[in-house]
Structures are given as C-alpha cells and as structure tokens.
C-alpha cells in the first residue's frame, strides 16, 4: 500500500503533537487521520479522551481520502505534506419550532428575542426558547421582511415591510408588552422586499419590486410627511386605513432594471444591493451615487456580508452560493462558489464570530452550514423543514434559525469547536 509523509499541526496547544513527519497510507481518511492524532495524544498523556479531529491542507478541509484529494488539488505526493487538524464541529441541533399560519419570509433576532415577519400579514415576537410573546397585526398584506432598529429594557423599535407598498415603524414596549405603530412609510410604487437598518439605528434602506431602494430615517418624530397621492389610492381611504404618521424617504437610488431582491449596509455609508437584473450593485449613501457593480449571470436572490471576512455572499436562482469582494475593480470576479444546494438558494447569513462559516437556505427545503474551506461539500445539511426554506438567521449566541413555507421557523443550537473559537 502506498505510503506518505505528512508532518501534522494544530493551533490548539491542548491537542499538539510532535512536530516530525509520519508515514501514513496514501488511502487514510479523516477517520484514519483522527485515530492516528489520538493515539500520539494517548501516548503523551494517558488519561485523553477520544476527540473527533477535521483535517486541512493548503487551508481546504479533506473530504475523501488523501491521495484523491491530493491527485484534485495537483499536491505532488513525493513531498512532506503539511496536515492541519483542528475539533471537529458538532452538528447543529434542532431545538424548538415557532408556527405562524402562513409562509415564514424573514427572520432576525437579538440576544433575547426572535422577530418574525410572515405572509399571514403579520409579524411575531418569540422568546429564544419559542414562546410567543406578541402577535402584531397591521399590514394588509403579505410581511416581507423585518427588522430591529433599536433595542433597550425600556422599549424597541422594529421596522416591518409589506407586499402592501408601505413600511411600518413600531415600537414595542417589552415590559408592558404593548406594540404601537410610529410611522407608515410610504413611497414604494411595488412590494417592499427588503428593509436594512445603519448600525447607528439611525436610517434604513428598502428595496422593492419597484426597482427603487428608498434610504428613510429611523428615528421616531411626531410630525407627518406629505406623500404625493398617486390617482388609483382615494386619499380620504389612505387616511382612515393607515396606521401611523406618514413618512417619506429621504433619497431614492434608482439604477437596477428588475426587482431588488436584498439589501445590506456593507459600512456607515455604504449599501450593497442585490437585484433580479442579476447584479449586485454597491452606493454611496451620502452621494446617492454608485460606486460598483458586480456582475453575475443569473438573479440575486439574497446577499449577506461578513465585516469578519470583508467578503459578500449571494444566492442565486441556479443554486450556488458565491462569495465576492464588494471593493473589487473587477466585478465580474467571483472568489468562490459553494455548490450543493439543487434549488433556488433564498437566503444566506455569515457566523457573526467565525469568519469562515456562513448558513443558507434554499427551495430545496434544506438549510446548509458552510465552511468556505470546503466549497465542495457543506459542513452539515439540516432538514428539518417540511416545505421551501425562505430565510435564515445566526445569532451571537450560537443560535441558528430557519423559516419557511412549513409556517415553521426552527431553531438550531450550534457551538463551534473550543479549539477554533476566535480562529
């Protein structure tokens, strides 16, 4: 059997062992390689438990056996090869499930509650162990997208966007458990799709079926904007329906050709937006001019940006996940494609805490925990919705969370390995 010499490393101290190369068959796979990390450990020190190690080389973890994956990344096999190993991360469990009677279309959520926004027009407030805490009724139609604006004991403000064309700003007094309307944004000629709050909490960007992304203020006043009356809405009925002062937007960004589909502040001033016309462009708030475009052959479905990798990832309707650098000069240039998914990829979501992982979710009715070292294959499928995944979220705190057209929105413990924590 064909041997190779491999040399093998680790950051974790705790599971270190001698830095010398090893003869180990060519045909050895991860579970070869981790029995081989155990009994060197063993050797040191007689009390070790069994560990389950991952294996990198040239920073892409190893899923098949190593001279095949040597033979694909062209790895010249008479070489010492260099090994990393780091814990293996333990799969994702499903917790609770949270019911709405309708399709779930966004998620996001704090260190103490879920919001959640659905096409039974409403949107709700869970408790991170899935209890409901409020119900809030106010669109008259479907709940597109939700958000929070501000978070504090007293009171939050929370932001909802309808298929109904309007915004609606909340405030939600927790203590009490009481939820008013503030303002109704109204602007959008089509569906508001996606809404995304400044870090300051200050402004907010929407993005619609119209084409248009509107930048509005966050901030509560109690005075009313004029909005201009188009001849199809009768006024007086606008007026008697509405909930909240009306609001206008302070800037409207027009350039995409088809709807916008997602949006981000990729910094303070600075917005990335994803749209059907199968490009991603990237604004300057202040200017309200464009500063890229990224280019892509197929609609965006959604983007979500990592300040840990400085890298943006979308999905798209023929099912890859691809990672981009929104300051490139070359916009055409994808970084990485994460192939797995055999539907239309809705939704993805970086680890707020590890710069390599990032979750999506997809028609497929799966959600995939990546590893961009390993684009091949994800580190774990989690299915179990029942029906189209429609979005995704990933709290601080390890939590995973998915919603769909199920009605439900799981959440999914997940804790990265001690070893690679902070990685």
């Known amino acids: 059997m064909a041997q190779l010499q491999a040399r093998f490393h680790t950051e974790n101290e705790k599971y270190a062992v001698?830095?010398?190369?090893?003869?180990?068959?060519?045909?050895?796979?991860?579970?070869?390689?981790?029995?081989?990390?155990?009994?060197?450990?063993?050797?040191?020190?007689?009390?070790?438990?069994?560990?389950?190690?991952?294996?990198?080389?040239?920073?892409?973890?190893?899923?098949?056996?190593?001279?095949?994956?040597?033979?694909?990344?062209?790895?010249?096999?008479?070489?010492?090869?260099?090994?990393?190993?780091?814990?293996?991360?333990?799969?994702?469990?499903?917790?609770?499930?949270?019911?709405?009677?309708?399709?779930?279309?966004?998620?996001?959520?704090?260190?103490?509650?879920?919001?959640?926004?659905?096409?039974?027009?409403?949107?709700?407030?869970?408790?991170?162990?899935?209890?409901?805490?409020?119900?809030?009724?106010?669109?008259?139609?479907?709940?597109?997208?939700?958000?929070?604006?501000?978070?504090?004991?007293?009171?939050?403000?929370?932001?909802?966007?309808?298929?109904?064309?309007?915004?609606?700003?909340?405030?939600?007094?927790?203590?009490?458990?009481?939820?008013?309307?503030?303002?109704?944004?109204?602007?959008?000629?089509?569906?508001?799709?996606?809404?995304?709050?400044?870090?300051?909490?200050?402004?907010?960007?929407?993005?619609?079926?119209?084409?248009?992304?509107?930048?509005?203020?966050?901030?509560?006043?109690?005075?009313?904007?004029?909005?201009?009356?188009?001849?199809?809405?009768p006024r007086k009925k606008q007026k008697t329906d509405q909930l909240g002062l009306t609001r206008t937007p302070i800037v409207t960004l027009s350039g995409h050709n088809e709807a916008v589909s997602s949006v981000l502040w990729s910094d303070t001033e600075e917005i990335c937006s994803a749209s059907w016309d199968h490009t991603i462009r990237v604004w300057d708030v202040e200017t309200g001019g464009l500063k890229s475009t990224l280019t892509g052959n197929k609609v965006f479905n959604c983007i979500a940006y990592s300040p840990l990798c400085r890298r943006l990832a979308s999905g798209s309707t023929d099912r890859h996940i691809r990672l981009w650098d929104p300051r490139t000069k070359d916009g055409s240039l994808v970084l990485l494609s994460l192939t797995s998914h055999t539907g239309w990829v809705t939704s993805v979501k970086w680890s707020p805490a590890q710069e390599q992982q990032l979750i999506s979710g997809s028609l497929d009715n799966l959600v995939k925990l990546w590893d961009t070292r390993s684009c091949k294959a994800p580190l774990y499928d989690l299915a179990a919705h029942e029906d189209k995944v429609l979005c995704v979220d990933w709290t601080e705190a390890g939590l995973l969370l998915s919603g769909g057209a199920d009605n439900k929105l799981y959440s999914y413990r997940y804790s990265s390995s001690a070893s690679d924590v902070g990685a």
């Open 18 to 233: 001698d830095n010398v190369p090893f003869s180990i068959p060519a045909t050895s796979e991860i579970t070869d390689l981790s029995n081989i990390i155990n009994k060197l450990l063993e050797a040191k020190n007689e009390d070790h438990k069994y560990v389950e190690f991952d294996f990198l080389i040239k920073s892409q973890f190893l899923r098949m056996s190593l001279a095949k994956h040597m033979e694909m990344e062209n790895i010249p096999t008479e070489e010492v090869v260099e090994i990393e190993y780091v814990e293996k991360y333990t799969a994702p469990q499903p917790e609770e499930y949270m019911l709405h009677d309708d399709w779930i279309s966004s998620v996001e959520a704090t260190e103490e509650w879920i919001l959640t926004g659905s096409y039974d027009k409403t949107l709700r407030i869970w408790s991170l162990e899935g209890k409901p805490i409020i119900a809030i009724a106010g669109h008259i139609e479907a709940v597109k997208d939700v958000a929070w604006v501000k978070k504090d004991s007293l009171s939050c403000l929370l932001l909802s966007a309808s298929m109904d064309q309007t915004m609606l700003l909340w405030e939600w007094n927790a203590e009490r458990n009481k939820m008013k309307a503030l303002h109704c944004c109204r602007g959008h000629a089509g569906s508001v799709d996606c809404i995304a709050v400044n870090s300051s909490g200050t402004k907010f960007c929407s993005g619609s079926w119209d084409k248009m992304l509107k930048i509005w203020s966050a901030v509560p006043t109690d005075e009313e904007d004029d909005v201009e009356e188009s001849a199809d809405r």
